[in-house]
């Protein structure tokens, strides 16, 4: 090691000295004559005539051209100390000296090489190892732009054409490939030659940025072994059959749906029979199942041919997205595009095995599937007992541009050592096409690479020529090799071109034409595979003709049969899935109480701490705390009530996993669900002891990466794996959480909708204004609310027994305020017969507060505790008023429905008051609103007034979700509308809450002292200045009140109603008519799509239909 460190320093300090001599190799931007790039035959650039002839001097004597001075002074003494004593130095350097100058006395064929020549051969082979991927022959179109660098040049070195045919030894201690210490006497010429094979052909390795000597020498054992990649006359033969169905498929959509786009793979068509090698030699190694996450580029063509979609589904789907017909309990959602479709299949591999591919469904949002599919593969691990991580495993394939310029690629990237969400490696295949879209690379990222970013954590870079067929097919199955042997990410760079535009409507010389020049005359990759392999004899061109017009014929076949296809019930529910209920199947509402002796039981369990374990003073408090509570059955408080959550969850055999940010003690150090003995450091974690010989995985507590995105998109995929898991995903602050809005977005709020798959992910969203500023008080509830696909106007089913509100809606979205109700809106994400994303708004200070605190009895399933509705224990959507009421209460003043913490605050306050004419209403489940429960309060205070009160500005929280829907509920039984309901909260504001924590206090104080004392004129937006029409906000109240001397007032968009601007232009709409006496909310009609949980239906169909019904 002593001398491999030396050695790279040495080669370090040598490049920049050379760099800082004029010569930049690393400027993407210049472009380099075609006769300097590449060094084939002619070894030597011309400074290499003038370099001196070396002859034996000192190393601290050699010039400061490549050693720099105190280095080779140091190695000098080193020489001197070693040949005075060879124990007095390290062994790697006793080695080195041995083997050198051992070498040169006893070998004849080595003419005088002395140690100086040893140490630049060295340095010579060093830099080959490092940038020999500079020279490397890489870009098909021949058109890259770098500079070789000056230490691939023999001459740098001193090294002549004189020196070309002498014999050198060339050997180090511990190395492998070209240094290994056992290597025979060669000619300079031969090492140059072997050099340039291993570095610098097809392939470009970047490899020596690996720390792990084992792990380099492996890689550079198969680079430098002169093994050469000769695939015999089978193997070439099915890699030939494999690249003629990728070339083909494309064709084929391309002559039959000429305007259609599709990303087609052209130019890039060897990633399909390098990923089905990929494939074949990792089965051969024991993976038995691939999750596959991939963007638009090559979809279908992976699709089809690799994943083996049947081909008539696809084409039938390329014909206009069949929308399924109507069937009994067949969901079919909004559908999405062809190209953002995932399916599973088993595949055959070449080595007579199955492989399970699953291909992810993804949305646009280039790499955003890429944590999903990992979650979804440590999930896979996790279900079949695969504890050393070799049968199940991830591949992503990317672009080059999203590659380097999408964060999340890095966030993903970083998970892959950690232990809870290590899959033992990730294989990454980039499809560089060298343009993303229209932008050139040197305008899409900084690095020199597109795959740079993948070097920070030590994964193997393996550049390849896509025109290369064999190349490809090599590194793929090295890909692979490298998976599983080193259980670590490795990235397969496919260096090839777009032969079209972005898509194929799409003209690309706009913006590159010279690229597009020498792209129109490039043959493709099979025209080029088919002449290497004519050449060599092995195939006729018979044997192309008929795997081709076999290919075409099935295709043909495969395009008959797809006019006919009639899509059936969706293979939307995997086997794990069986049995569960899509949203029009109804599903039972269940109990989610607990027998009390098994609340006692596991309450045990998870207070306890083995006999010597000694944990921190507080925290040992906060246990003896917590026994307390279980032995009493009294004050259970929110951790307690969560930790019982889990543990009954696991003695009935579930899965729970709890992942974010510092969860294991919990950002309010309130969870300590992971505890640490002061003295040993050692950890201890109650909830692994719920059942005997429980396994390790069962329940899992981990702290995550400071990620966002990757994490809640990594439990994401996680939760999809298998209905049998509670796994929650926890933001530290709920702000932090739109770090990965694409997430909440285009998966979790519409992935049912779309393509078809359940999730019961549950987020905890810490919540709630207390005065710590604009960042740490709102996790933005109204954003969740607005993305509810429940119609505000429409009254669902509420009868207990047909009520399939919630398994309608796209995701609930809750506030909760009491340990139990926590408790059992954790249980009941489990005990149900489908799956639903569950949004959390998690409390701060109800962690501790005095009042939030429930009874045991609120957990269990005995009948007359108060937990036991009509129906048993359960969920409570709402709670009603804590005072004593009977079904009428005349004399009651004012109902006020809130929902989360602030309850408790207008409670005390109404204590305070002594106000007994009021009834406070806490809305637990905002989403799907509780139009049943909301209903029974308002007939129980008839003559109340109705007011929503909330901590949140008036433009955030739950108020414009609530109002449209609490005033449906009210007309329908004659309550009043929404001019009714009376606001009380802060006004409309940019920021989420005011960083003075003065003026926090005062606001707060106020909304509770006006909620319940004073009137006080309602909030509006009348004050808002107006510009011009097309500006939605602000409102341009101006030119709407002029225009509102038309009769009938129509609010016209095409998104649906819970998208686009109807929310925003509603209120503002009928305050400008209710100033000029127009009327109110009820007399703006809407004209628009229903609500929705996707953006956009993926049926081109339904899609014409619905822009018909709008302009009628
Ligand atoms: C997050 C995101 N931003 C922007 C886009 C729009 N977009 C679609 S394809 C594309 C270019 C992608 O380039 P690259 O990754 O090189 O893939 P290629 O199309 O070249 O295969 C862009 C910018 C997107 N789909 N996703
Ligand atoms: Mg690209």
Known sequence: ?????????????????????????????????????????????????????????????????????????????????????????????????????????????????????????????????????????????????????DDLDPALYGFTEA??????????????????????????????????????????????????????????????????????????????????????????????????????????????????????????LGVESIVIGMPHRGRLNVLGNVVRKPLRQIFSEFSGGTKPVDEVGLYTGTGDVKYHLGTS???????????????????????????VVVGKTR??????????RTKNMGILIHGDGSFAGQGVVYETLHLTALPSYTTGGTIHIVVNNQVAFTTDPRA??????????????????????????????????????????????????????????????????????????????HPSALEIYKKKLLESGQVTEEDIRRIQEKVLTILNEEFLASQDYIPRRRDWLSSHWTGFKSPEQLSRVRNTGVKPEILK?????????????????????????????????????????????????????????????????????????????QETGEKYCPLDHVVINQNEEMFTVSNSSLSEFAVLGFELGYSMESPNSLVIWEAQFGDFANGSQVIFDQFLSSGESKWLRQTGLVLLLPHGYDGQGPEHSSARLERFLQMSDDNPYVIPEMEPTLRKQIQECNWQVVNVTTPANYFHVLRRQIHRDFRKPLVLMAPKNLLRHKECKSNLSEFDDVQGHPGFDKQGTRFKRLIKDQNEHSDLEQGIRRLVLCSGKVYYELDEE????????????????????????????????????????????????????????????????????????????????????????????????????????????????????????????????????????????VWCQEEPMNMGAYSYIAPRLCTAMKAMGRGSWEDIKYVGRGPSASTAIGFSQVHKNDRLRLSS
């Open 1 to 149: 090691m002593a001398w491999f460190r030396a050695g790279s320093g040495v080669a370090r300090l040598a490049i920049r000295r050379t760099l800082s001599q004029g010569g930049s190799y690393a400027t993407r931007s210049r472009v380099i004559p075609p006769q300097n790039r590449f060094f084939h035959s002619t070894v030597f650039k011309s400074k290499a005539q003038t370099a001196p002839v070396p002859r034996p001097v000192p190393l601290s004597k050699l010039t400061d051209n490549f050693l720099d001075g105190t280095s080779s002074v140091y190695l000098e003494e080193l020489q001197r100390a070693w040949e005075a004593d060879p124990n007095s130095v390290d062994e790697s350097w006793d080695n080195f000296f041995r083997n050198f100058v051992g070498q040169a006395a006893t070998s004849p064929g080595i003419s005088g090489q002395t140690i100086q020549e040893s140490m630049r051969l060295l340095l010579l082979v060093r830099a080959y190892q490092v940038n020999g991927h500079m020279k490397a022959k890489l870009d098909p179109l021949g058109l890259e732009e770098r500079e070789i660098p």
């Open 601 to 677: 039981n596991v309450g045990k369990a998870i207070t306890t701490f083995p006999e010597n374990f000694k944990p921190h003073r507080a925290v040992k408090k906060v246990y003896e705390q917590r026994q307390q509570m279980i032995e009493t059955g009294e004050g259970i408080d929110w951790a307690v009530g969560e930790a019982l959550a889990f543990a009954t969850l696991l003695v009935e055999g579930n899965h729970v996993r709890l992942s974010g940010q510092d969860v294991e003690r919990g950002t309010f150090s309130h969870r300590h669900s992971v505890v640490h003995d």
């Open 345 to 371: 299949y088993d595949r055959p591999t070449r080595g007579g095995k199955r492989i399970h591919l699953s291909l992810v469904a993804n949305p646009s949002h280039l790499e955003a599937v890429d944590p």
């Open 444 to 521: 899409g990222r900084s690095s020199q690479y597109c795959t740079d970013v993948a070097k920070a954590l030590n994964a193997p870079i393996l550049h390849v020529n896509a025109d290369d067929m064999e190349a490809v097919v090599h590194v793929c199955e090295l890909a692979a090799e490298w998976r599983q042997t080193f259980h670590s990410d490795v990235v397969v760079d496919l260096v090839c071109y777009r032969r079209f535009g972005h898509n194929e409507i799409d003209e690309p010389s706009f913006t590159q034409p010279k690229m597009y020049q020498v792209i129109r005359n």
């Open 910 to 1049: 109404r204590k305070k008051v002594e106000a007994k004419d009021i009834a406070i209403c806490r809305v637990e489940q905002l989403c799907p609103f509780p139009y049943d429960l909301i209903q029974r309060e308002l007939k129980r205070y008839p003559n109340a007034e109705i007011v929503w009160c909330q901590e949140e500005p008036m433009n955030m929280g739950a108020y414009s979700y609530i109002a449209p829907r609490l005033s449906t509920a009210m007309k329908a039984l004659d309550r009043g509308t929404m001019d009714d309901i009376k606001y009380v909260g802060r006004s409309p504001s940019a920021a989420s809450a005011t960083g003075f924590y003065q003026v926090h206090v005062k606001e707060q104080t106020e909304l509770v002292y006006y909620e319940l004392d004073e009137e006080r004129e309602r909030v509006d937006g009348k004050e808002i200045a107006i510009r011009r029409l097309e500006q939605l906000c602000p409102f341009p109240y101006d030119l709407v009140l002029r225009e509102l001397r038309h009769d009938e007032i």
């Open 163 to 284: 020196d070309l045919d002498r014999e050198f030894f060339l050997g180090v201690w511990r190395m492998s490939g070209f240094l290994s210490e056992n290597r025979p006497v060669q000619t300079l010429r031969s090492i140059l030659t072997r050099l340039e094979q291993a570095y610098c052909g097809s392939i470009g390795y970047e490899y020596m940025h690996i720390a792990d000597r084992e792990k380099c020498n492996w890689l550079r054992d198969k680079i430098e072994t002169p093994t050469s990649m000769q695939y015999n006359c089978q193997r070439r033969e099915v890699i030939l059959d494999r690249l003629i169905w990728s070339t083909q498929f494309e064709n084929f959509l391309a002559t039959k749906w000429t305007t259609a786009k599709r990303f087609g793979l052209e130019g890039g068509e060897t990633l399909i029979p390098g990923m089905k090698e990929m494939f074949d030699r990792s089965a051969d």
């Open 379 to 388: 999930a896979k691990q996790y279900y079949s007992n695969d504890t050393d």
